[in-house]
């Protein structure tokens, strides 16, 4: 067939095709450059359709987030932390500890006391030499 006079001939462009394959309302079969402007004004008119639903469903999320589930999570955890410290075999173990180290401060409260004793009875020994009124024979000698 040949081409006739008021028809343009025909010619293969790769470009000149677009596939219109779309997606959600998105054409996702166009040129690299065609799809992120097309997902640009899809979202901006999706915004703009719903944006006080949007706002309302944030600010109500962030109210139960704020007046339960933080509340629950709190509470939670502290029968979480009051469970582990009253678990018997915790405390057994801890008791031992504690009497480990009590046994420790109590022969490092005796060994202080001790050395305090015997400051203090040196230096009464020394005030008793100090007050001595001393005889002619030891000042001479």
């Not at 997606?23 to 719903?50: C, D, K, M, W």
Request: positive net charge.
């Amino acid at each position: 067939m040949a081409a006739t006079a008021d028809a343009p001939p025909l010619q293969f462009t790769p470009y000149a095709y677009t596939p219109t394959v779309k997606f959600l309302g998105i054409n996702v079969g166009g040129t690299i450059l065609q799809r992120p402007a097309e997902y640009l004004n899809a979202l901006t008119s999706y915004l703009h359709q719903n944006a006080w639903s949007i706002v309302f469903l944030i600010l109500g999320g962030y109210l139960v987030k704020v007046k339960v589930l933080d509340p629950m999570h709190e509470k939670y955890r502290k029968a979480r932390s009051y469970r582990e410290a009253t678990d018997p075999n915790r405390v057994a173990s801890l008791q031992t500890d504690m009497r480990r180290v009590r046994l420790a401060q109590q022969e490092e409260a005796a060994k202080r006391s001790r050395e305090a004793e015997e400051e203090a009875r040196k230096k009464k020994a020394e005030e008793k030499d100090k007050k001595r009124i001393k005889h002619p024979i030891e000042e001479r000698g």
